[in-house]
């Protein structure tokens, strides 16, 4: 790849004219396909629908990974149950056997995750939730494409949840499935024309915020740039919110939608405090233009993509004592979100990458009370893995200054 590097890339998919190019179909199945799916608002809300469809209400027990998003744990807590952490080994697949020894009894429901879009295995999670009398709940937010095993990721829950953002360039944006043929589709409430035409418009300003809409870039960042003019108060002065240069904040400039002009995905978007979520939003449908862009843009180049950017990064970030490949593979069947990357020191370094604006994540904001438990990688997780973009939409330039900059920072 090209030595030249930008110091700005999106975390997350964009709009442009690229995101139209290529075979209308992937190789690989998508939770888009499953015959009983529901397009939800946020992956955040739609684990709390799927924690209603399952009968999860006041004081239930739901089992969580402890490597996790504060969005992961926060449905839970606002249907007033009690999320109980449970420890994942070195592969990220729940430890079954602690669970067999400890889970409380009274368990309603278990949240299995495959993490940064690489398959987990699911058939001893399912046999094991099946004796117990435990729904289970996959959690593919990091999993549109793929297979898991015998079946297509999302195949082997009870529910399924997928994000819509991680994937494609939509503002906002979330998926529910369901396997168990007597649980029911929720009812969604409509969008009001305002929060439509919002969204419309937030997908092209993500697009030419990241000059991506050549011959219109100009022109959009221009309308909003002036919208943000007439709206601000006379004397106020930006700030890092208004322009989503705070990468440590999902921010959100359309009213109701949850969307974010940087590209920062709104799954993200739980505040310091790790504040429970809105009921009526969580069970208002999806809005159409994040809907169409999510189902009816090309995939194979969004699969293909991903593919070799991680391949890339894969080759190009090995060999350091400082830093090395979380997952050293990658599974033929996945279409991978990001790139996990174990640094020995991830700090100040970790700041200094999103103070620059690396497409760099971590899960480091733990729900409070999260046990340290004997044979657990979550916590360790936690801090020292890094989530490195490798999305569709990043050019050669931005992937090559995303490892320049973590070589800079952490290499010898």
Same mark, same amino acid.
């Given at each position: 790849?090209?030595?030249?590097?930008?110091?700005?890339?999106?975390? &997350?998919?964009?709009m442009?004219?690229?995101?139209?190019?290529?075979?209308?179909?992937?190789?690989?199945?998508?939770l888009?396909?499953?015959?009983r799916?529901?397009?939800?608002?946020?992956?955040?809300? %739609?684990?709390?629908?799927?924690l209603e469809?399952?009968?999860?209400?006041?004081?239930?027990?739901?089992?969580?990974?402890?490597?996790?998003?504060?969005?992961?744990?926060?449905?839970?807590?606002?249907?007033?149950?009690? %999320?109980?952490?449970?420890?994942?080994?070195?592969?990220?697949?729940?430890?079954?056997?602690?669970?067999?020894?400890?889970?409380? #009894?009274?368990?309603?429901?278990?949240?299995?995750?495959?993490?940064?879009?690489?398959?987990?295995?699911?058939?001893?999670?399912?046999?094991?939730?099946?004796?117990?009398?435990?729904?289970?709940?996959?959690?593919?937010?990091?999993?549109?494409?793929?297979?898991?095993?015998?079946?297509?990721?999302?195949?082997?829950?009870?529910?399924?949840?997928?994000?819509?953002?991680?994937?494609?360039?939509?503002?906002?944006?979330?998926?529910?499935?369901?396997?168990?043929?007597?649980? /029911?589709?929720?009812?969604?409430?409509?969008?009001?024309?305002?929060?439509?035409?919002?969204?419309?418009?937030?997908?092209?300003?993500?697009?030419?915020? #990241?000059?991506?809409?050549?011959? &219109?870039?100009? &022109?959009?960042?221009?309308?909003?740039?002036?919208?943000?003019?007439?709206?601000?108060? /006379?004397?106020?002065?930006?700030? $890092?919110?208004?322009?989503?240069? *705070?990468?440590?904040?999902?921010?959100?400039?359309?009213?109701?939608?949850?969307?974010?002009?940087?590209?920062?995905?709104?799954?993200?978007?739980?505040?310091?405090?790790?504040?429970?979520?809105?009921?009526?939003?969580?069970?208002?449908?999806?809005?159409?233009?994040?809907?169409w862009?999510?189902?009816?843009?090309?995939?194979?180049?969004i699969?293909?993509?991903?593919?070799?950017?991680?391949?890339?990064?894969?080759?190009?970030?090995?060999?350091?004592?400082?830093?090395?490949?979380?997952?050293?593979? &990658?599974? $033929?069947?996945? %279409?991978?979100?990001?790139?996990?990357?174990?640094?020995?020191?991830p700090?100040?370094?970790?700041?200094?990458?999103?103070?620059?604006?690396?497409?760099?994540?971590?899960?480091?904001?733990?729900?409070?009370?999260?046990?340290?438990?004997?044979? *657990?990688?979550?916590?360790?997780?936690?801090?020292?893995?890094?989530?490195?973009?490798?999305?569709?939409?990043?050019?050669?330039?931005?992937?090559?200054?995303?490892?320049?900059?973590?070589?800079?920072?952490y290499?010898?």
């Open positions: 790849m090209s030595s030249s590097a930008s110091p700005l890339a999106p975390r &997350l998919p964009v442009g004219w690229q995101t139209f190019r290529g075979a209308r179909e992937a190789r690989l199945p998508s888009l396909d499953h015959p799916h529901q397009l939800t608002t946020s992956g955040r809300a %739609a684990i709390l629908l799927a469809c399952v009968g999860v209400g006041p004081d239930d027990v739901v089992l969580v990974p402890t490597y996790h998003c504060p969005t992961m744990v926060a449905p839970v807590l606002t249907l007033g149950a009690r %999320a109980v952490f449970y420890p994942i080994d070195e592969a990220g697949a729940p430890r079954l056997d602690w669970l067999e020894a400890h889970a409380p #009894h009274q368990a309603k429901a278990m949240l299995a995750t495959h993490y940064f879009g690489l398959p987990q295995p699911m058939e001893a999670n399912r046999s094991w939730c099946d004796r117990h009398g435990i729904a289970l709940i996959e959690d593919c937010a990091h999993a549109m494409f793929g297979r898991s095993g015998t079946r297509a990721v999302g195949a082997w829950g009870d529910v399924a949840i997928a994000s819509l953002t991680k994937f494609f360039p939509a503002p906002e944006g979330g998926i529910l499935a369901l396997n168990r043929a007597e649980l /029911q589709l929720p009812s969604l409430t409509p969008v009001p024309l305002i929060q439509q035409v919002k969204a419309a418009a937030d997908i092209l300003h993500m697009g030419a915020s #990241h000059d991506r809409l050549t011959g &219109l870039n100009g &022109l959009i960042r221009g309308v909003f740039a002036l919208r943000g003019l007439l709206r601000r108060p /006379q004397g106020a002065k930006s700030n $890092a919110f208004d322009s989503g240069a *705070d990468a440590g904040t999902s921010t959100s400039t359309t009213a109701g939608t949850g969307s974010s002009n940087a590209g920062f995905d709104a799954d993200d978007a739980v505040d310091a405090n790790m504040s429970l979520i809105d009921l009526p939003l969580s069970h208002r449908a999806l809005t159409r233009a994040s809907a862009v999510s189902t009816e843009v090309p995939r194979h180049r699969v293909q993509a991903r593919r070799r950017h991680y391949e890339y990064l894969l080759q190009a970030l090995r060999g350091s004592e400082g830093f090395r490949p979380l997952m050293p593979q &990658l599974p $033929a069947d996945s %279409a991978p979100y990001v790139f996990p990357l174990w640094v020995r020191t700090d100040p370094g970790y700041l200094e990458m999103r103070r620059l604006g690396v497409p760099v994540s971590r899960w480091d904001r733990l729900w409070p009370g999260v046990p340290t438990l004997d044979g *657990d990688a979550g916590v360790s997780w936690s801090h020292h893995v890094l989530q490195l973009a490798c999305h569709q939409d990043l050019s050669d330039q931005e992937l090559d200054a995303i490892v320049a900059q973590v070589r800079r920072l290499g010898p």
